[in-house]
């Protein structure tokens, strides 16, 4: 047995068939994370740049939109380039790094989700204390908040990745990048700490966020549901739809790759549902937040007239 700082590479076989589907992929891909990369940073540039954006709602959405960056360029260049030479070499550095940065991603998303329904409850059901609560500096402090806890619970994460031990020969992982799963399913021991943490610390990471929204968004359709007028009743719900939508594609393809049992699923579903929240999700919601936000259409307007 060989521990895992003494591997010194493992091998990427995230997309095997023919040649023409392979190339089909890649222009795929290769569109899509250009297309996200324009869209997220035109988000962060409207927002930087547009008075009329310079408030806490479009705060969180452009740091969304970073972290939609980040997570791409974690992503999206290795698998391109698996696609491409038919599978792909990584060194252990890098794929414990890329493990790393995804995890950081993805736990800050969860996080930052939350705390924009809270910003939404906060909007709708107390609107007239709206400015005094969610401050400048309070949306500084729950941002900061959001990161170091992504990278505690990740530093965690990463720590009992090294207990796991491979059997000589060649470390292949069957997916397209560097994730908890598939590496624990090419070790060959050292894994009951890893699934004890898997599953005590998983669930709760990704179930008290949610259950903090649902309770936000308990109080947001009450509060909604008592607005006598009908126009104040839809502008209040618009513009809290785009980000239930947001919260329900990362939510629904997170909890079906790491909470559903896997038992009758197989490699490629999973994999599958992985590229709903690392590839496709990044790329779904500025659209989402952009044809869906009068604000943002107008800023975008102002731009190009």
């Given amino acids: 047995e060989n521990n895992l700082t003494s591997v010194t590479e493992f091998f990427l076989m995230g997309f095997q068939g023919r040649r023409n589907i392979r190339i089909f992929l890649f222009s795929l891909f290769l569109c899509i994370f250009c297309c996200t990369l324009c869209g997220n940073l035109l988000i962060i540039v409207l927002v930087s740049t ?7 709602m479009y705060f969180f959405i452009s740091q969304l939109s970073i972290n939609d960056i980040l997570l791409t360029l974690d992503i999206v260049p290795l698998m391109l380039h698996v696609l491409l ?15 790393f940065f995804f995890c950081t991603s993805e736990a800050f998303d969860c996080l930052l989700l939350t705390v924009m329904s809270y910003d939404r409850c906060v909007a709708i059901c107390n609107p007239l204390r709206y400015t005094s609560i969610m401050t400048h500096e309070y949306c500084i402090k729950l941002i900061i908040f959001c990161w170091l806890t992504g990278l505690f619970i990740v530093t965690l994460d990463t720590l009992t990745i090294l207990i796991l031990k491979f059997c000589g020969g060649k470390n292949i992982i069957d997916y397209f990048f560097c994730d908890f799963v598939p590496l624990l399913g090419i070790a060959c021991s050292g894994n009951y700490l890893v699934e004890l943490e898997m599953t005590t610390l998983g669930p709760p990471v990704l179930c008290i966020p949610l259950i903090i929204i649902f ?12 607005i006598s007028s009908n126009i104040s009743r839809q502008k209040a719900f618009s513009t809290c739809s785009s980000h239930l939508i947001v919260v329900l594609i990362f939510y629904c393809s997170m909890f079906s790759v790491y909470v559903v049992p896997t038992k009758g699923k197989t490699l490629t579903i999973s994999k599958i549902l992985s590229l709903l929240y690392t590839v496709f999700t990044p790329f779904i919601n500025p659209i989402i937040y952009s044809l869906k936000n009068k604000d943002i259409l107008k800023a975008v307007q102002k731009i190009i007239l």
């Fill in 85 to 99: 030479r038919n599978g792909a070499v990584i060194t252990f550095t890098n794929c414990v790094t890329q493990f």
């Fill in 215 to 226: 309770i936000s968004y308990t109080k947001i359709i009450s509060a909604i549901i008592k």
């Fill in 50 to 56: 547009s008075r009329n954006l310079h408030t806490p």
